[in-house]
Every structure is written in structure tokens, then in C-alpha cells.
């Protein structure tokens, strides 16, 4: 996951390069956005409490098609955003399965004490997208700037990780655990999108309407994403 941001950090960058050297009547249509936000999680699963900060990052790059001679543009795009769900539990296909309990039969997420751990510093887990956004930009003379729309998400990687007690092998040393490929995650997700703000800042709002986990898994954790967002050169 690390390299992918930091392959995704610096396309962005030489992207953003490019754009500066562009005619100012093409670089006008493009847009540059980069999002920090927290997920607040709605739909929590059965032995699943999600920590109060869960930080993620967008960013994307939208083309602007005018609306005649108004101040609203329809914009379309491709970009990559990352969820991280911070929690006390994890996965159960992150457990080895000679680990696994009757008594968890019922239940897809397991409580990291019910594992022996004492103590941990780092349990998350990540899940990326590609995500294709179509919104309506409203631009003002005065530099209020508005947003609103839809994304449409393509899950492009997961994994879990895990800093803490060494529940695996019982040893007394601090244990760092990590799971690609997690299973039962939906492979797409849609989103509404909201920005308000003034030139280059927003504050950006969003709502999963698919859950990050399918049926199986018991269909639940739709985030609440809740943040800012800069648009470089806008």
C-alpha cells in the first residue's frame, strides 16, 4: 500500500508539473484535488469499535467542461483514495485459522482481547480505490467555489495491519502483522460528494452507499468521510 501512494504522490506531482506548463486556455480545464479526511463508521459490525480518528487521503484529477457562460462547469475524473479503519479487532481471514474459536462461528470480526493481546499500538485496516468522479463545480467571481456529485469506486487493494502483543506465537516480543488480499470486502462502492469553500480550500463531506463489506461478512461499515480538501492553482 506504501508504494502505491507513493507512486500515486509522484504521478501527482509531475502531473501537477505538466499542467503548470500548459497554454492558460487548456490548463483552465483541469483540476488537481487532494483530500484528508476521517471515516466516522456507520454499520458497525458485531464485535467492531472503530477508533474516533480514522485518517484517510484522495486525490484526482477532473476535467471541466463549462456551462456555457455561467460559473458552473460539470467536471468528470479518475483518482485513488484510501480508507483506513482503525479498530480493536480484526478480520477473522487475518487469523490463522487453528486460532479460531466455536464460539466466533457467528462472527466475521474478532475482538483483538478475546486473542490474549494485552496491549497494541497499530491495528488497522486499509482499503484502496480507484475512484472515477462526475461532479457539477460552481465557481463565483469572489472565489467561493461549490461542489457536488458522485464517485464511483473500484477496489484496487486491502490489507491489515498489526503492531501489539504476539498472539500468534505466544511470545513476549512486540508482534508486527500484516495480511494483503483481505476477503469479503465489496469491489465497488458509490458515494455522494460535497465541497464548500473559497479559491483553493474546501471542506469536503461524502457517504459510502455500498458497504465496504459484502453480505457475507454481515454488509456492514458505510464511513461517513469527513474533511478538506485543496485544489492547487484553482
Known sequence: MKRIICITILLSVAITNVFGQLPENVKKHYCNTFEVFTDLITAKPENFTPKAINMGYSFSISYLVPVGKSD????????????NFYSDALPKDAIPADLW????????????DSL???SYTK????????????????????????????????KVGSNTKY?????????????KYKKYNL??????GLSPVVRFGWRWFNVYASY??????????GNKIRPISLGISFTPGR
Not at 503492531?163 to 508482534?175: A, H, M
Not at 459510502?208 to 461478512?217: D, G, M, N
Open 208 to 217: 459510502s452507499l455500498i458497504s465496504v463489506y459484502e453480505a457475507s461478512a
Open 101 to 112: 474459536s466455536d464460539s466466533w462461528n457467528d462472527y466475521y470480526f474478532m475482538k483483538l
Open 163 to 175: 503492531n501489539g502483543t504476539d498472539f500468534l506465537y505466544g511470545t513476549t516480543e512486540v508482534y
Open 116 to 118: 490474549g493481546v494485552a
Open 72 to 83: 458552473f462547469s460539470f467536471s468528470i475524473g479518475g483518482g485513488m483514495t484510501w480508507h
Open 183 to 188: 476477503q469479503n470486502l465489496s469491489n465497488f
Open 123 to 154: 491495528n488497522k485496516i486499509c482499503v484502496a480505490y480507484f475512484g472515477v468522479p462526475v461532479e457539477l463545480f460552481y465557481c463565483a467571481k469572489n472565489g467561493i467555489r461549490f461542489t457536488v456529485g458522485m464517485r464511483l469506486d473500484f
